[in-house]
């Protein structure tokens, strides 16, 4: 058994070294996913990105550094909480397409610790964090952008799911004509 759980962990190890995410239409983008598979390969983290839709779209009326920034603060903030995950197999999976609705969405899962009860009940707040001083500004720029555009943010919470704990999904209106004033945070149990 022993024999069988090292095979396991190098075969881990090599998916995890030898991962490249797939192109999402942005070489920035793609630069900054390649960076955050090198930073999760650091921390032991699964991590994989699934692009449904590439981000170009976005870009009729975000600018470049907004979708960047968007997408780049939820991946970093998942890889460091899968890096944080108690069993040591972090675990984190980034979508990036149109729902169902025709609004971009950006779905990140990752199996680390839930988000405490007193960062989510001020979720979007500059200063709130659990890292200390001179943080806990990049989820309150992302509410502040999605906000700025008619989008959302929704936390879920996967109470049943055997490989992740948690969900941020980020909804973007496809066409600025479609913009509404939704905005805001909310925190979902599934």
Avoid at 27 to 36: D, E, I, P
Avoid at 48 to 72: D, N, P, Q
Avoid at 143 to 156: I, S
């Amino acid at each position: 058994m022993q024999l069988a759980n090292e095979k396991a962990e190098e075969i881990r190890d090599r998916i995890i070294n030898g991962y490249e995410p797939p192109d999402t239409g942005i070489s920035t983008l793609n630069n900054t996913l390649k960076n955050h598979a090198a930073m999760a390969a650091k921390e032991h983290v699964l991590y994989r990105v699934v692009v449904f839709t590439r981000v170009e779209s976005l870009l009729h009326f975000m600018k470049l550094r907004e979708v960047v920034r968007l997408i780049g603060d939820l991946s970093r903030n998942a890889i460091r909480a899968a890096g944080a995950a108690a069993n040591g197999h972090g675990a984190v999976e980034v979508y990036l397409g149109f729902n169902e609705y025709g609004d971009y969405e950006i779905c990140v899962y990752d199996n680390g610790p839930d988000f405490p009860p007193h960062i989510l009940a001020a979720l979007g707040e500059f200063g709130n964090t659990t890292k200390g001083k001179d943080h806990g500004f990049g989820l309150a720029d992302t509410v502040k952008l999605l906000d700025d555009y008619g989008g959302d943010f929704e936390v879920v919470k996967l109470e049943d799911d055997p490989e992740f704990t948690k969900c941020v999904r980020v909804t973007l209106p496809e066409k600025r004509s479609q913009k509404k004033n939704r905005g805001g945070a909310a925190l979902t149990t599934k």
